[in-house]
């Protein structure tokens, strides 16, 4: 599985978008970008995931550039809820039962 | 409709014990799946299985052993505890298929060890 490069933290002020990067650079044709949250002690929740095209559902939208090296989580209205450290993960078309966590992102949404 | 049930939430043994983490999932769910996570870390996979009756090792398997007798439980049983095995142990349950039917994976709420 491709591996993925997050920014350690980011801030966000509550209401304005969060735009959450990842670098995916050797990702390969067949494997797919998910994102998940933890928030704190919590077990991981899963947000979204795509292959090629835009995603959205009602947590968030996920953009994946053209060539597919590298994917945005966009959360169109953060709340103070959503602070979390946020997992990008890649995962082969066969294999989607195994998931590899870095170390993610810290997005803290101050009031 | 409980979701991933894990018990007990937590625990604390002594080194050389051996205990089995409970869990289950009342979603019919085909993949499951054992991850630890240590303070600061991510969380990294310990075994995992697709169906009843296939278990396979994930990334940190040494010192646990699972089976999958039936759909809706996959137990992890601490060997011999040590205190490396102190951790947070979070069981993930997911519908086959990319993207887990656009559910991904449902996670545990955790069960904190401690390994004295």
């Known amino acids: 599985d491709a591996k993925t490069t997050q920014p350690t933290s980011m801030d966000c002020a509550e209401g304005r978008a969060a735009n959450l990067p990842c670098n995916h650079s050797?990702?390969?044709?067949?494997?797919?970008v998910y994102w998940y949250r933890q928030i704190h002690s919590q077990g991981p929740q899963y947000i979204i995931h795509g292959l090629k095209n835009n995603e959205t559902n009602e947590m968030a939208s996920l953009i994946i550039t053209e060539d597919r090296k590298s994917s945005t989580l966009i959360l169109p209205h953060a709340t103070l809820r959503d602070t979390a450290v946020y997992y990008c993960i890649v995962t082969s078309g066969g294999s989607n039962y195994k998931l590899t966590f870095g170390k993610g992102t810290l997005l803290t949404v101050n009031p | 409709n409980a979701g991933v049930t894990q018990t007990p939430k937590f625990q604390v043994l002594k080194t050389g014990q051996s205990m089995t983490l409970q869990c289950a999932q009342d979603?019919?769910?085909?993949?499951m799946s054992w991850y630890r996570q240590d303070p600061g870390m991510g969380l990294r996979l310990i075994h995992y299985?697709?169906?009843?009756?296939?278990?396979d090792q994930g990334e940190v398997p040494n010192g646990y052993n699972v089976s999958r007798s039936t759909t809706e439980d996959f137990p992890l049983r601490l060997l011999s505890a040590a205190p490396s095995q102190t951790s947070v142990y979070f069981c993930?349950?997911?519908?086959?298929?990319?993207?887990?039917?656009?559910?991904?994976?449902?996670f545990g709420s955790g069960t904190r060890l401690t390994v004295v």
């Open positions: 299985s697709v169906g009843a009756g296939i278990t």
């Open positions: 050797t990702i390969s044709g067949n494997e797919y």
């Open positions: 993930a349950s997911s519908p086959p298929g990319q993207g887990g039917g656009g559910y991904g994976y449902t």
């Open positions: 979603m019919n769910h085909e993949y």
